[in-house]
């Protein structure tokens, strides 16, 4: 009788500690799962972020790179010169559009991103001023070089936002169509740059 009451213990204990080890081993397991850095998009959050705000950047420089052809309503600059202008305004246009489908196709992309502090904003607004200043009251040579600087200012700012928007679209079609504008933008640079060093020396 002793002996069956031994063994009935003996078995009553090994219930209880293959309980606790399993439990032990549940618990750990679910201790990891808490403590284990949950998978947040964080990554993926951040590369939007810095899409969306190289984006907004980009649509508010081929915003206004597309109306830079109206000054030739009253400047008359040398045929080649003014050809690049326009070529440069219809680019930023046909730019703009494109970005405005590729938000409508990608509800995360946001076009209104832009993020400046209001010093650099009032910076940029007196930057274009002055600007704008100096190339209504120049003329000749000097107006076209001022003209054609301003443009590699605005192109090359372009090409690297359109890069940078590359590196951290969402897709592969979407990488494609902001690789397009970058290398439509610096070969609108390089063409500025051209014309710039084919203008006869002072």
């Known amino acids: ?117 209001p010093g650099e904003t009032a910076t940029r607004a007196a930057i274009s001023k002055t600007k704008e200043h100096e190339m209504i009251f120049s003329s000749g040579e000097t107006f076209e070089i001022d003209l054609l600087l301003s443009q590699t200012d605005a192109l090359d700012y372009g090409s690297h936002l359109a890069k940078i928007a590359a590196e951290n679209a969402t897709s592969a079609e979407q990488e494609k169509q902001f690789h397009s504008l970058d290398v439509s933008l610096n070969a609108l640079y390089k063409r500025v740059v051209a014309e710039i060093r084919a203008l006869p020396a002072k």
């Open 1 to 117: 009788m002793k002996a069956d009451a031994a063994n009935r213990n003996i078995g009553f204990i090994s219930c209880l500690l293959i309980f606790w080890v399993a439990a032990g081993m549940a618990g750990g397991s679910a201790s990891a799962q808490k403590t284990a850095s949950p998978k947040e998009p964080t990554a993926d959050a951040s590369k939007v972020e810095v899409r969306n705000n190289a984006a907004s950047l980009l649509k508010g420089l081929l915003g206004e790179e597309k109306e830079v052809s109206k000054i030739l309503i009253i400047k008359h600059p040398s045929p080649k010169v003014e050809e690049v202008i326009k070529a440069i305004s219809k680019m930023a246009g046909d730019g703009e559009v494109e970005l405005e489908t590729m938000a409508k196709g990608d509800k995360t992309l946001n076009l209104r991103a832009v993020e400046l502090p």
